[in-house]
C-alpha cells in the first residue's frame, strides 16, 4: 500500500514539470508567466524580438527537415549528427571513411563544401488570421471556403513579396484554418561541413538504442554558414566570408540537474494531437501495422549486407538510418497509444464533446463528429493505398524511383528537342545518376525486391495491383533493367534518338514505376485530396468548437515551423518497476561496450580515452556526463535543437526521445513523455580532448 501511494505521489510530481506544447515565439504572452514560474530569467523579447536581436536570431531550419543553432560569431553551426549524416556519407569512400573515422577541418580552407545543403532564418512572424479569413461565413461549403482561401492566400503573397523582396515567405495555417502567420525568413546556401564524429560516438548504439533510455549517444555535428561581403545569402564562392549572426548562444558547461529550467527552440516537423478517434483508429490498426511490415523486410536486408561489407555499409549508411528511424519510431508510438488507452480517451473526449453540442449556444458544432467519422469511413482505403505506393516507391527497391527520374525525357523527348532542352536534360540526369550509382549495390537492390514485392504485390495492394495494371504474380527482372546497369545506361544515353526512348520505355521498373505513379496521380491524388480538405473543414470547425466548450490555452500541432517547448531536466518511471534518472555517463558507454553487441562497438582510443577516465575540464565529480532528458514536447524536426537553460545558454544538443514518448506526436503523457539530449559537456569533451580540434573553442562563448 505504502509503494502505491509513493508511485502515485511520483507521477503527479512528474507530470506536475512536464509542459505539453510546441509554443510560437511571437505569441509566447499566453504562456510566459507560466514560463517564468518554472524558471525562465528571460525576458519575452531576448526570446523573440521582430525589430531587434534575440534567441531566434540563433536558431535555423537546417536542410529542411531539421534544426541548428549558431555558436559563434563566424557562423559556426552545431545540429546532429544524423542531421548531417547525408553529407558526411557523401564525402566518404574506402579511403577517407569519415562516416567510420570522422573528420576535422584543421583550417577553414579544410571545410567541405556541401552542394544543396541550406539553412533558413527566421525574419519574422506576423498574424494574419483576419486577412485570410476575410469574407469566409459559417454557410459556406469546403469547396468555396478552400475557394476563398486560395484567393485571400494570392493576394497576401503579392503584398508580401511587393514589401520583401528579398526575403522568403511562408502562410502556414495553424490549428487547422483558426489561425494564420506570415513568416518572412532568409536563406543561406554555401553551408560547409567543419567537423563530425566516428559513428562509434555520433550513432553510438545504432538501432539498438535508437528511440531509446539510457542513452550514450554523441549526436552532433559541426557546420559553418558563410556569406557575401555584405552579410548576406549567396551562391557557394571562395570569395564567401563566415556568416555574423545577430546572435549566437552562449556555451554553458557548468552542467544541469533534476529539476532545473530546460527549454527546447527549434523546428518541430509535425504533430497530431488533435485527431479525432477515427483518425487514431485508422493509424494504430492499419497504417502502423503495414509500413512497420515493409520496413522490417528492408531493414532485415541491409542491416546483414551492411554488417558484412565496408563498401555496402557506406553506400548504405544514409539509406539505412533513414528507413530504420521512423520503423522504430512508429514501433513505440504503437506501444505507447496501446498501453496508454490513446483511442479509449479519444472516444472519451468526444462523447464530452457530443455532450456538449446539446447545449444550445453549442449546437452549431452537433454534426461536426458525425462528418468527420463518415469522411474517414470513406478516405481510409486510399489513404493507406498512398502511402502503401510510398513506401514501396520511395523507401522500398530503388530502382522503382530512380528509373522514374527519366519520365520526363521519355515522355516529352520531342518537346525537349525542339526547345533545345535534350542536351541539359540529359546532363542533369547523367549527374543524377553518378550520384545514384554511387550509393548502389545491385545485390542489396535484388534482396529487398525479393522480401518487398510479395508483401507490396499480394498482401497489401488489394487494389492497386489491378488499378496500375500490375500483375501481382509477376515479379520484376532485374536482368533485363537498363537501370540496374550503370555501364549499359550510360551507353545507352550516349545515343539519344527514338530507339534510346524505346529501350527506356520499356524497360520493366520504370514501366512499374511509371504504372504506380501514373494510378497515384489519376486516381488516389486527386480522391484523396478532396478528402482532406472536407476534413480540414470540419476539423476547423471541431477545433473552433472544442476551443469554445473548453476554454484554455491551445497549442498549434507542429508544421515545420519556429517553436518553444518547455519543462524540465527530469526522468521518468515507463513501467512498473522502472525508474529512468535523467542523465547518463561515460561508464554506460563502456558498459554497453562490453556486452558485445556490435552497435555499441568503440575503437581502442575511445575505450583507453574513458577508462583512464581522461575527461578534461568537461568532467564532474569524477564524471562525463553524455546524455539527458527532460519533459520538453519534442518531436521529429526538433533534431539538433539547441537546449537551453533558464539564462538562454547551450547546455546540450536535442537529438530523440525516450521510446515510450513517441507516442507524444499524437497524445502527450506528461508521466513518461521526455525528450533526449546530448550534453553539450561531452560535445566539447569529443571536439577538444577526442579529436583535438579545441582551436574550434577559441571562436565559441563559453561560460564556466
Not at 4 to 25: C, D, N
Not at 380 to 390: G, K, R, S, V, W
Not at 416 to 440: H, P, V
Given at each position: 500500500m ?63 527537415g ?22 558526411i ?92 502567420l ?22 553510438f ?149 457530443a ?11 452537433a ?22 505506393f ?147 473543414y470540419?476539423?476547423?470547425?471541431y477545433?473552433e ?28 518511471y ?21 556486452t ?48 537551453l ?60
Amino acid at each position: 500500500m505504502k509503494f502505491r501511494l509513493l508511485s502515485a505521489l511520483l507521477i503527479i510530481t512528474h507530470a506536475a514539470t512536464a509542459k505539453e506544447g510546441m509554443w510560437i515565439p511571437s505569441l509566447l504572452n499566453v504562456v510566459y508567466s507560466d514560463m517564468q514560474s518554472q524558471g525562465l530569467q528571460l525576458t519575452a523579447e531576448d526570446l523573440y524580438d521582430a525589430n531587434g536581436s534575440s534567441l531566434k536570431d540563433a536558431i535555423v531550419l537546417f536542410g529542411g527537415g531539421c534544426t541548428g543553432e549558431i555558436v559563434s560569431n563566424d557562423g559556426l553551426l552545431f545540429t546532429n549528427h544524423h542531421c548531417g549524416f547525408d553529407y558526411i556519407q557523401y564525402h566518404s569512400s574506402l579511403k577517407n571513411d569519415y562516416l567510420r573515422d570522422g573528420f576535422w577541418a584543421k583550417s577553414r580552407s579544410e571545410e567541405l563544401r556541401c552542394d544543396g545543403l541550406s539553412v533558413v532564418f527566421v525574419v519574422r512572424m506576423d498574424d494574419v488570421t483576419e486577412a485570410m479569413r476575410k469574407g469566409i461565413t459559417a454557410t459556406m461549403s469546403p469547396t468555396e471556403v478552400d475557394a476563398l482561401l486560395q484567393k485571400n492566400k494570392k493576394a497576401l503573397e503579392e503584398k508580401y513579396k511587393k514589401e520583401n523582396p528579398l526575403l522568403g515567405l511562408q502562410l502556414k495555417a495553424f490549428n487547422y484554418g483558426n489561425q494564420y502567420l506570415a513568416i518572412l525568413t532568409k536563406s543561406y546556401n554555401d553551408v560547409r561541413l567543419v567537423g563530425a564524429p566516428p559513428s562509434e560516438i555520433g550513432k553510438f548504439g545504432g538501432d539498438t538504442d535508437n528511440w531509446v533510455w539510457p542513452r550514450h549517444t554523441g549526436d552532433f555535428s559541426v557546420f559553418r554558414i558563410y556569406a557575401d561581403a555584405n552579410n548576406e545569402p549567396a551562391k557557394y564562392s571562395d570569395k564567401n566570408v563566415p556568416f555574423h549572426p545577430a546572435h549566437h548562444l552562449p556555451i554553458n558547461i557548468g552542467g544541469v540537474k533534476e529539476g532545473d529550467f530546460s527549454m527546447v527552440y527549434g523546428f518541430p516537423g509535425r504533430t497530431e494531437h488533435l485527431l479525432t478517434s477515427y483518425a487514431v483508429d485508422f493509424i494504430t490498426n492499419q497504417l502502423n501495422p503495414m509500413r512497420i511490415d515493409m520496413r522490417d523486410q528492408t531493414i532485415a536486408v541491409l542491416e546483414g549486407r551492411m554488417r558484412a561489407s565496408d563498401e555496402i555499409r557506406i553506400k548504405y549508411a544514409a539509406k539505412q538510418s533513414d528507413v530504420a528511424n521512423a520503423w522504430k519510431k512508429w514501433k513505440g508510438q504503437q506501444i505507447g497509444l496501446t498501453n496508454f488507452r490513446a483511442l479509449e480517451q479519444k472516444r472519451a473526449f468526444e462523447e464530452q464533446y457530443a455532450a456538449q453540442c446539446l447545449k444550445p449556444e453549442f449546437r452549431a458544432y452537433a454534426q461536426v463528429l458525425p462528418k468527420l467519422k463518415s469522411l474517414y469511413n470513406d478516405v481510409n482505403h486510399l489513404n493507406f493505398e498512398t502511402q502503401l505506393f510510398a513506401e514501396y516507391m520511395y523507401y522500398g527497391p530503388e530502382l522503382f524511383n530512380f528509373s522514374y527520374r527519366f519520365h520526363e525525357l521519355i515522355e516529352n523527348y520531342d518537346t525537349l528537342q525542339a526547345k533545345g532542352k535534350l542536351a541539359a536534360t540529359l546532363e542533369e540526369l547523367k549527374q543524377g545518376a553518378r550520384a545514384f550509382y554511387k550509393d548502389f549495390d545491385l545485390e542489396t537492390e535484388m534482396a529487398i525486391y525479393k522480401r518487398l514485392q510479395p508483401l507490396h504485390d499480394v498482401k497489401y495492394n488489394k487494389r492497386g495491383a489491378a488499378d496500375s495494371k500490375q500483375a501481382a504474380s509477376l515479379p520484376l527482372d532485374y536482368m533485363k533493367s537498363v537501370f540496374s546497369d550503370s555501364t549499359a545506361l550510360f551507353k545507352l544515353l550516349a545515343k539519344p534518338g527514338k530507339g534510346m526512348i524505346k529501350k527506356l520505355k520499356a524497360d520493366p521498373f520504370y514501366a512499374a514505376a511509371n504504372a504506380m505513379t501514373t494510378d497515384y496521380n489519376a486516381r488516389l491524388r486527386p480522391q484523396v485530396g478532396d478528402y482532406n480538405k472536407q476534413i480540414d473543414y470540419w476539423m476547423q470547425k471541431y477545433t473552433e468548437g472544442m476551443m469554445k466548450m473548453f476554454p484554455g490555452n491551445y497549442w498549434a500541432d507542429a508544421n515545420s515551423t519556429l517553436r518553444i517547448s518547455y519543462g524540465k531536466v527530469d526522468g521518468s518511471y515507463p513501467r512498473d518497476g522502472e525508474h529512468y534518472t535523467p542523465h547518463t555517463t561515460a561508464d554506460g558507454i563502456l558498459q554497453k561496450y562490453y556486452t558485445g553487441n556490435p552497435d555499441f562497438a568503440i575503437s581502442s582510443k575511445l575505450k583507453s580515452l574513458l577508462e583512464a577516465r581522461n575527461y578534461g575540464t568537461y568532467g564532474s565529480n569524477g564524471e562525463l556526463n553524455v546524455c539527458y532528458t527532460g519533459s520538453n514536447h519534442t518531436t521529429g524536426g526538433n533534431s539538433g535543437s539547441p537546449a537551453l537553460n533558464a539564462k538562454g545558454e547551450l547546455t546540450g544538443i536535442n537529438f530523440d526521445r525516450s521510446w515510450e514518448s513517441t507516442m507524444s506526436d499524437i497524445m502527450y503523457n506528461p508521466e513518461i513523455c521526455r525528450n533526449i539530449m546530448v550534453d553539450i559537456r561531452y560535445v566539447l569533451w569529443v571536439i577538444d580532448v577526442y579529436a583535438d580540434a579545441d582551436y574550434l573553442l577559441n571562436e565559441m562563448t563559453i561560460v564556466r
